[in-house]
Structures are given as structure tokens and as C-alpha cells.
């Protein structure tokens, strides 16, 4: 029977690592997502979990820890924000290559510099071609839900690649809200017991790890880990198939809010999905067809998926809380507008870079947006197709 609980989305993470029981975390600290080895590291002192908790001197080091746990046939967890991330990144790799199952919880953050402890998605969009399959959350209760469901998706033979739950620093990390918590036992039941394929302490198949791989082999693994990233996506929807059955929630790669007839709409990612669906409400009342795409799993990309959802519009504006220094557009545009190219009647699109260092957006700023939308619709001229949201202007 589930229950309702008030807390952090730190401490969703948290009680959702403590419900799984994970053998290893590599721990260090880093704002905003300190607080989940904190949390978890009462649990391991009250004897809650059978968890090694191992501090370690940074975030790089968290990462080997992860990886030595993982390579020998354990679950393993950690949690980071920003410089650490990008201080993990060599590991990134690592872990992805060797094909190893972790859990990394990314409460996102800006990247220095100038320095900025504040939430946009620079860090996690720095590290999503590194192999990893990346999950976003709107919302409280959604960190929790990812977070249940990343192991399984992660273990899922076929697919063995590392998990990054993210969600927004500060905003979601930090606000207290309402969450619909599952018992501990439909949690160990729903995840299961992991039994890995390959691992290190398996005397009978003696392997390397992370071994040299000359010219005559790279490619071919190369490959092979790309295979398992377009492998994922059945795994995520079938374990969100089972995850609904569970709890009733239901989750998809995106979710569509009132897109049944909209001829403008945002795409956009995590907790900016609250303000933009107020003024969608908004909007409708006043008779306005728009809509909005909040994407939720972002690698592997839905594109086939997320074109058919916006192939109805007249125009689109997809919002990236991250600058992608391409001088065209946000890494979530790039990724959607190359998504459209092979739709017959294509929505016109633009990129809006906002919100980075934590500027504030407003449903004012929102529905401004979907006035340009609305003559762009109109006009089918699409003026500057690479905008920033909300800058002062000299």
C-alpha cells in the first residue's frame, strides 16, 4: 500500500536508494546534491541499508569507486551536481564503455564560469554523449519514480549502460512537496535481485576490465554500445509498463499536455514544465490551441516519437536551460529540429536558450512565447531563429 510523504526531491532520491538496498556508493560532496549522501549516510549508520559507504577525496574517485563495485558484480550508487560531474567525465566514459549498470542521481547545476551555484542543465547536457542513458524529472514525485525504475532499465540484458536521474537544482532538489511513496517491498520486488552477466569476482570466467582496445576491436565495441543505447528504449518503455501496473503512474519518453489539437508548442525539459503548463491553462481558457512536449528521457532520443507528437503544429519553440556554444541553438533543439527534418510538413522552429544560472521564468515569459509562436503560425516567418530569454540587453 503506498503513502504520502512530504519531502525534498534529495530525499526522494534518498529514500529510493535506501529502498533498493544498492551493495556500494562512492560518496562525495557537491551543492546542491550533497544532500542525498547525507541522508543515505544515516541510513548506513542506523543499519537501514547493507550499503559500503565510501568517501572518497572527489567526485573523479566517486566515479572509480562505482565502477570497481559495478565491474565486480555489485549495485552501484552515487550523486553529484556541475564541476563534479564534469571532474566525473573521464569515468563517464569508463563506466558506459565497460558497459556497467551504475546509478548516478544529478541534481543539476550550472558550470563555472563565471562561478554559479544556481540550477540550469549546463552540467548534465555536458555529459550526454558520454553513453549514458539520461532521465529528467519535473517534479518531486517523478525523481522517485525514475529513480525506481532506473535499475532496472540500467540491468535489462541487451542494454547493461549506466543511469543518470536528473533532476533541477535547488528547485526540485530542494522544495518540499507531497510524494505518493511505494512500500519498501514492492520496491525490492519491483527491482529484483541483480544478477549480472560478467563480473570480476566469478572465478570460473576470468575477464579484464577496462583493458587497452587496439584499432582491430574498438569500433566493433564502439557499436555495439551505440546497439545498446537504441536497445534502451524498448527497456524504459517496458519497465515503465510494469512500474504503471505497480503504482499507477504512468511514463513514457515525453509527455504530451494538451497537444491534442495545438498549433503552437514549447518542448522543454524538467521543472520549467509546471510554470509552462499554467500558462498553457492559461492560454486555452482564452480559446488558444497551444501546447506543450515535456521531454522526460533524453538519451537514448525519442526523435521518431517526438516528431509525431509535434507534426500537427504550425510552430514550435523548443527551450534549452543550457547554452550549447554551437551559435545555432541548444543541444534540446538541435536534437528535436534534426528530429523534424524528415516530416513532410515540417512546424516551423526556434531555439530559446534560458534560464541559465538560475534566471527566473515567469508564465508571463511563457505566454510572450507563444504570442511570437502564434505569428510565426500566422506569418510563416520565423525571425531570429536563436534567441536568449530574458536578457538585459545593453
Request: with cysteine.
Amino acid at each position: 500500500m503506498a503513502h504520502l510523504d512530504r519531502l525534498s526531491g534529495n530525499e526522494a532520491v534518498a529514500v529510493a536508494m535506501r529502498q533498493i538496498d544498492p551493495d556500494v556508493m562512492g560518496a562525495f560532496p557537491i551543492t546542491p546534491s550533497t544532500e542525498i549522501p547525507q541522508y543515505f549516510a544515516q541510513y548506513v549508520a542506523d543499519g537501514k541499508v547493507h550499503t559500503e559507504l565510501v568517501t572518497v577525496e572527489s567526485e573523479h574517485s566517486s566515479m572509480s569507486v562505482c565502477i570497481g563495485a559495478a565491474a565486480a558484480g555489485g549495485r552501484a550508487v552515487s550523486a553529484t551536481s556541475s564541476a563534479g560531474l564534469a571532474l566525473m567525465y573521464e569515468l563517464l566514459y569508463v563506466a558506459a564503455s565497460s558497459r556497467l549498470p551504475i546509478v548516478l542521481a544529478v541534481s543539476t547545476r550550472a558550470l563555472t564560469g563565471p562561478i554559479n551555484i544556481n540550477n540550469d542543465h549546463s552540467d548534465a547536457m555536458g555529459a550526454r554523449d558520454s553513453g549514458w542513458i539520461q532521465i529528467y524529472a519535473e517534479n518531486n514525485q517523478e525523481v522517485y519514480d525514475n529513480y525506481v525504475q532506473a535499475f532496472p532499465i540500467a540491468e535489462t540484458a541487451g542494454v547493461r549502460l549506466p543511469v543518470m536521474i536528473c533532476m533541477d537544482g535547488f528547485i526540485t532538489s530542494h522544495a518540499v512537496e507531497n510524494i505518493e511513496m511505494l512500500e519498501d517491498q514492492q520496491v525490492k520486488d519491483f527491482v529484483g535481485e541483480y544478477n549480472p552477466e560478467h563480473f570480476l569476482l566469478n572465478s570460473k570466467q576470468p575477464l579484464a576490465v577496462g583493458p587497452y582496445d587496439v584499432t582491430n576491436y574498438y569500433m566493433e565495441h564502439k557499436k555495439q554500445e551505440a546497439e545498446a543505447m537504441k536497445d534502451a528504449k524498448q527497456a524504459i518503455l517496458d519497465v515503465a509498463k510494469r512500474f504503471e501496473e505497480m503504482s499507477g503512474r504512468k511514463y513514457g519518453f515525453f509527455e504530451e499536455y494538451r497537444m491534442e489539437d495545438a498549433e503552437e508548442a514549447l518542448v522543454l525539459i524538467g521543472s520549467t514544465a509546471g510554470t509552462a503548463k499554467a500558462a498553457v491553462d492559461e492560454l486555452r481558457a482564452q480559446g488558444r490551441k497551444v501546447g506543450l512536449v515535456k521531454v522526460r528521457v533524453f538519451r537514448p532520443f525519442p526523435a521518431k516519437e517526438l516528431a509525431q507528437a509535434l507534426s500537427r503544429c504550425k510552430a514550435v519553440a523548443v527551450m534549452d536551460k543550457c547554452e550549447g556554444f554551437s551559435a545555432c541553438g541548444g543541444p534540446l533543439f538541435a536534437e528535436t529540429r534534426s528530429a523534424l527534418y524528415d516530416l513532410e510538413n515540417r512546424p516551423k522552429a526556434i531555439s530559446i536558450v534560458y534560464g541559465l544560472g538560475g534566471r527566473d521564468v515567469s508564465t508571463t515569459d511563457i505566454k510572450k512565447l507563444y504570442d511570437r509562436l502564434e505569428n510565426i503560425a500566422e506569418t510563416g516567418e520565423t525571425g531570429e531563429i536563436y534567441t536568449h530569454m530574458g536578457v538585459r540587453e545593453a
